[in-house]
């Protein structure tokens, strides 16, 4: 293979990661908007022992909602996917650790989401993105 074809084959293959950990987040980001409403994901917050659990559920629900469909859509999504992953992060080290590895209470996921998050914001969204400026190109030969 040539350095092209690698390198559209990259950008392809990151289309399914952008498109499961976009509405993923942004899933859990709409759950936590219009089901729990900010009070109560502050008050889940509060109960897991997140310092200053009212702007971490607003920021949450941001980085998660519209982060979210900015990776799905792939619009700007290298910053929101950054965020994300330091989300992650802070998910897996204060709240997820101590309980091992394995899901529901365990980082399973959260690791998961982290992974898929820096990939995108490491590696960008790929040719088959909304971004504005690209057009999805076949691979050259």
Known sequence: MNGSLDRASVGWGILPIRLVIGLVFAMHGGQKLFVYGAA?????????????PAIAAGVAIVVEFIGGLAVFFGVWARWPAFLLSIEMLIVI???????????????????????????????????????PGRRARPPEP
Do not use: C, D, W
Not at 40 to 52: E, K, L, R, S
Not at 111 to 120: D, K, P, R, S, W
């Open 93 to 131: 080290l204060f709240v997820k650790l101590h309980a091992g590895f394995f899901s529901p209470r365990g980082i399973e996921l959260e690791l998961t989401l982290l992974a898929g998050a820096l990939t995108i914001a490491l590696l960008g969204t790929g040719p088959a993105s909304l971004a």
């Open 40 to 52: 109560g994901t502050a008050m889940a917050m509060t109960h897991m022992g997140i310092p200053f």
